[in-house]
């Protein structure tokens, strides 16, 4: 890592009268760029070594020479790596088994008894806040395309939606 500027596809010149030339290598060939291009190729250049390189595993520790540092048994201390990704842990087998029971097994045991008590509370709404609710979750039907149908603004709905929850929310509260 000490050499990186030998590796790296963009430099900065100083010229004879103290400007600077910033030059990025493209494909093998030099083409010059301005100051401001060439701040956020090296930040960005910097910052992809960064995800490919500083935050991998098989680090180790180095002195300020920039020399690995040996334990006692002349192998190199190695850091801990600072990038766990899901594929990893997939491809290591990790396991973290949930005590809390999946959403699936609350839905199967409870979904009924859940179901019909919205049901109830939503024969409790008045026509249009029925037909609001049933179009935008039962149907799938977008804020926009309610509004576009019903002539009025998606505002609107978005606010007739929010009140009508509050409704369903007091509503379930009270037992429907």
Known sequence: MQN????????????ADGSYTYIITV???????????????????????????DLKRDRVLQDADGKAVLDGNGQPVELPEREVSLDKLI???????????????VAFAFGDLEHEELRRCI???????QALIHALFFEDMTEEAYAEAQGITRQGVNKRKLKILKKIKSLWGKGC
């Open 4 to 15: 990186w500027r030998k590796y790296r596809n963009f430099r900065r010149y100083k010229n």
């Open 27 to 53: 494909d093998g060939e030099k083409v010059e760029v301005s100051k401001e291009l060439y701040r956020e190729y090296a930040s960005a250049s910097r910052k992809m070594e960064y995800m490919e390189h």
């Open 91 to 105: 491809d290591e087998d990790w396991d973290y088994p949930s005590f809390e029971p999946s959403p699936e097994d």
């Open 123 to 129: 024969a409790l709404l008045t026509d249009d806040e």
